[in-house]
């Protein structure tokens, strides 16, 4: 079956450094979308960005990811790091082609941002 | 934006009882989907419905049914609760237009203990 692997459980950084959340996946799907999906504290995750052209960079609120096909990866970086960015980030996946395509999501990456 | 409520936000039970946890959204999509969260699995899905009379079993689905009366409700059912699942349980809805990916759209959460 499908799966998303997030290598890091936590990240920590200090305000201002930049940011790099992995994600590989494997999937029988030839045309897969890819998700980041961002889940502050006490709240429920939300849609950060989405992609499943290859090598087309995707951006959205200071963040972005860039699919590769070739190597299976869609990591999630921003520039600048801000304290407001200390988050769960989920990597997920689905079958394009699927109208009722169900998500996959990966273990999950724990961003803590320091001042 | 979507609005997916989920009750009880929190909820104690006994090992051996049933446990019922609801969901209602607004906003007419035809999918919804129930997911636990336990840290280092990240969300995974137990049941999810195309519409209105329809089930289909997730990745997880041992131990717990849905049910999918209408549109707005879908619901989870634990018959025999079992310490092992105790989690945060999310339920989502989305819909999917043309070639687009689907977007999912989280109730806030319910934390289930099984004593």
């Known amino acids: 079956g499908d799966s998303v692997t997030q290598t890091e459980g936590l990240v920590t950084l200090t305000e201002g450094l930049p940011v790099m959340l992995n994600c590989t996946y494997q999937t029988i799907y030839s045309n897969p979308f890819l998700f980041w999906y961002v889940q502050h504290l006490n709240e429920s995750p939300r849609l950060l960005l989405k992609?499943?052209?290859?090598?087309k960079r995707t951006e959205h609120q200071g963040f972005h990811a860039t699919l590769h096909k070739s190597s299976s990866s869609f990591h999630l970086q921003k520039s600048s790091a801000q304290l407001s960015d200390s988050a769960l980030y989920y990597c997920a996946l689905s079958d394009h082609h699927n109208a009722g395509a169900k998500l996959t999501f990966g273990g999950g990456t724990r961003l803590t941002v320091r001042p | 934006e979507a609005a997916v409520t989920q009750s009880p936000r929190n909820k104690v039970a006994v090992t051996g009882g049933k446990v019922t946890l609801s969901c209602n959204q607004t906003n007419n999509h035809n999918n919804m989907y129930w997911y636990r969260q336990d840290t280092g699995h990240g969300l995974r899905l137990i049941h999810y419905s195309y519409g209105a009379g329809s089930t289909e079993k997730g990745d997880i689905p041992d131990g717990y049914k849905a049910s999918r009366p209408s549109q707005e409700n879908f619901s989870l059912i634990l018959e025999l609760a079992t310490p092992s699942q105790t989690s945060v349980y999310f339920c989502a809805s989305g819909d999917r237009w043309g070639s687009s990916a689907e977007t999912l759209y989280f109730g806030s959460g319910t934390r289930l203990t099984v004593l």
């Open positions: 992609s499943f052209t290859d090598n």
